[in-house]
């Protein structure tokens, strides 16, 4: 049981580029979501999905779009790369009850020069 | 809205010493979970413990023991006889009615010096 995946681990982006950060689940959670870390900051939440097809905005989503067309994926777009988008990001997934808690992927750390 | 205040930043202890990390909380909702999560050096997030706002139970695991009290919004954790291993950031979390997003703090850097 992988749980929730990531890829890549580790990205150089130039300022300008854009990519697809990877989450997939393989638990059947309804509930994914998008954050990113900053050194002394906690995780922000980016954005959030209840279930395929539907998408909401988190605290930050300004410079990322998603989509979610399966239950299991939830790719991250990141369109134009800025300095300000370097941060680790994680995806977690939740069954929608909130007893069962939350599972995180291990994170990818985005540097953008 | 939904807040949590991790008022230390970093504390540095000698192994052995008990230490405490703070979370203060505030929510509007009557229903609500609270977490601790353990991020170690090499990054991954660690669930720690999840505690509903109905359960004021302290709960107790080995080192690790939990404070919950409504009447100040305070979760804390404390670990007992601090060892190297412990040295992570720890993030207070919580997450209000049935919106089911996660708000964290912002963390406590704990370092255990030998």
């Known amino acids: 049981n992988a749980g929730v995946t990531q890829t890549p681990k580790f990205r150089i982006l130039k300022i300008g580029q854009s990519m697809t950060l990877q989450c997939a689940q393989d638990?059947?959670?309804?509930?994914m979501y998008w954050y990113r870390q900053d050194p002394g900051m906690g995780l922000k939440l980016i954005y959030y999905s209840v279930g395929a097809g539907i998408t909401d905005k988190g605290e930050v989503p300004n410079g990322y779009n998603v989509s979610r067309s399966t239950t299991e994926d939830f790719p991250l777009r990141l369109e134009l790369a800025a300095p300000s988008q370097t941060s680790v990001y994680f995806c977690a997934s939740s069954p929608g009850t909130v007893n069962y808690g939350y599972t995180f992927g291990s994170g990818t750390r985005l540097t953008v020069v | 809205a939904q807040k949590v205040t991790q008022a230390q930043t970093e504390i540095s202890v000698v192994e052995k010493e008990d230490v405490t990390l703070d979370c203060v909380y505030e929510t509007r909702d009557t229903t609500y979970y609270l977490f601790w999560y353990k991020q170690p050096p090499s990054g991954e997030l660690v669930f720690l413990i999840r505690r509903n706002s109905f359960d004021e139970q302290n709960e107790i695991s080995g080192r690790y023991s939990w404070n919950f009290q409504k009447s100040t919004s305070s979760f804390n954790f404390t670990i007992t006889a601090s060892q190297v291993v412990d040295s992570a950031v720890y993030f207070c979390?919580?997450?209000?009615?049935?919106?089911?997003?996660?708000?964290f703090g912002k963390g406590t850097l704990l370092t255990v010096n030998p």
């Open positions: 979390a919580l997450v209000g009615g049935s919106n089911y997003k996660l708000t």
């Open positions: 638990m059947n959670h309804n509930y």
